[in-house]
C-alpha cells in the first residue's frame, strides 16, 4: 500500500525517512535535467520552483542550448548561489531532445525528473513523487496530473489537465488502485495509452536512471517535437508505472516554442505511432490495429493539412495519400481532390463559404 497519510508525508515514515535525512549524502538521489534556451523571462522562477522542494537531495542540471539572449547569466547567477545548481553553455543543437540526453549524460542521482524552462514544480513534487518509489521497488516510472497555466499556476482559468480529462475512469482496468491518490498501470496500460492517449507531461515525470539507461537512446534527437511520447511510449510497453493523481506540477501555455510548430507536432505524432504500432504488434489484437491505424490516418492528415496551407501542396497530398492508404475516407479524399484546385479559388470558394 503507498503511503499517504501526513506523517510520511512530511518525511517522517521510515521509508522516506533515509531519502529526506540524507541531505548531506555527496551524491544526489534525484537529478532534475533542464533544457534552456532563450528563457531569460521564466528559467529564473523554474529553476526557484525546484530549489523550493520540501525534498532537498538533488541536483539540477540546466544546460543553456546555444541562448543568445541572458539566459547563460542568469543560470551562472543561479549556480553560484547554490551549488545544487550545475550549469554550462552548448551550442544550440535545435531541439530539447539533445539538450536532455547531454545533461542526462553528466547526471549523478539514482532517479531522473525533467523540468522545462518555462514551466513549475510544485513545492512537493519531488517527496511525492518519491512516495511511489519508496512503496513498490518494481515501480521504474511515476508520473502525476499537471496544472495548465498562462500567467499564474493559482489563476482562476488554471486547471488539472488530466483530471478535467476524467483520465482515472477513462482508462478504467487499465490503472489498479494501490492506494489513496495512487495507481499502478495494468497490462492492459500500453494498449490504453497507444489507442487513447498518453497521460505522462515531461514535467510530470521521475524515472529510475538504469531504467532510462537500459534504452538504446532515450530522446531521439531527430524528432523537433514527439520525442517525449515516444520514450513515454516505449517506458509504458516496458515497464511498471504508477500514476500519483495530484496536480505536482505546472505547465506554462506560452504560445511560443517547438510545441506550438503545427508541421513539426503532426509529423512528430507520425513518426512516433507508426514506431509504436511496428514496435508493439504482439499486443494489439487486428480490431486494435485497425484502429491504431485509424488514429495514425488522422495525424496524416493533419500534416496534410498544414503542409498544403503552408503552401507546400506536394508533401500535403503525400500526406493525404498516406491517411488514405491507412484508413480511406471521403473527408481526406476530398481534401486530396481540393488541394489541386488553384489557389486563388480555393480562397475565393472559402470567403464564399464563410
Not at 476524467?166 to 482508462?171: D, E, I, K, Q, R
Request: aromatic share 8%; net charge positive; charged share 25%.
Amino acid at each position: 500500500m503507498v503511503p499517504t497519510s501526513e506523517s510520511e508525508r512530511d518525511g517522517s515514515s521510515s521509508r522516506m525517512s533515509s531519502r529526506v535525512l540524507g541531505q548531506g549524502d555527496p551524491k544526489p538521489t534525484v537529478s532534475v535535467i533542464m533544457p534552456c534556451h532563450n528563457g531569460q523571462t521564466y528559467v529564473a522562477a523554474a529553476v526557484e520552483s525546484v530549489l523550493r522542494q520540501t525534498y532537498t537531495n538533488f541536483e539540477i542540471l540546466a544546460v543553456d542550448d546555444g541562448s543568445s539572449d541572458d539566459t547563460p547569466n542568469i543560470l551562472r547567477s543561479l549556480a553560484a548561489a547554490d551549488p545544487r545548481v550545475i550549469t554550462w553553455s552548448q551550442s544550440a543543437s535545435g531541439t530539447a531532445a539533445a539538450a536532455r540526453n547531454a545533461a542526462f549524460a553528466r547526471a549523478r542521482g539514482e532517479l531522473i525528473a525533467f523540468l522545462d524552462h518555462d514551466d513549475l514544480f510544485h513545492p512537493e513534487k519531488l517527496e511525492r513523487s518519491l512516495v511511489g518509489f519508496d512503496s513498490r521497488p518494481d515501480i521504474q516510472v511515476v508520473f502525476h496530473d499537471h496544472v495548465r497555466f498562462r500567467h499564474d499556476p493559482h489563476e482562476a482559468e488554471a486547471s488539472r489537465f488530466l483530471a478535467s480529462r476524467s483520465y482515472v475512469a477513462t482508462a478504467g482496468h487499465a490503472l489498479e488502485a494501490i492506494g489513496s491518490k495512487w495507481f499502478i498501470g495494468s497490462p492492459d496500460f500500453y494498449r490504453f495509452s497507444s489507442l487513447e492517449y498518453v497521460g505522462i507531461h515531461t514535467s510530470a515525470v521521475m524515472v529510475r536512471r538504469k531504467t532510462l539507461l537500459d534504452e538504446p537512446v532515450i530522446f531521439q534527437a531527430n524528432l523537433r517535437n514527439g520525442e517525449d511520447l515516444d520514450l513515454w511510449l516505449r517506458l509504458i510497453q516496458r515497464c511498471p508505472i504508477a500514476y500519483c493523481d495530484e496536480a505536482l506540477s505546472y505547465y506554462r501555455l506560452t504560445g511560443s516554442g517547438v510545441s506550438s510548430d503545427a508541421r513539426e507536432a503532426a509529423r512528430g505524432d507520425v513518426l512516433v505511432h507508426e514506431a509504436n504500432l511496428a514496435r508493439g504488434q504482439g499486443s494489439f489484437t487486428a480490431a486494435d490495429v485497425r484502429r491504431y491505424q485509424a488514429k495514425i490516418a488522422e495525424a496524416w492528415f493533419n500534416l496534410g493539412y498544414v503542409e498544403v496551407q503552408r503552401g507546400q501542396c506536394s508533401a500535403g497530398r503525400r500526406a493525404y495519400r498516406q491517411a488514405l492508404r491507412l484508413a480511406p475516407s471521403g473527408r481526406v479524399l476530398a481534401a486530396l481532390i481540393k488541394s489541386f484546385a488553384p489557389s486563388g479559388l480555393t480562397r475565393r470558394r472559402s470567403r464564399q463559404a464563410r
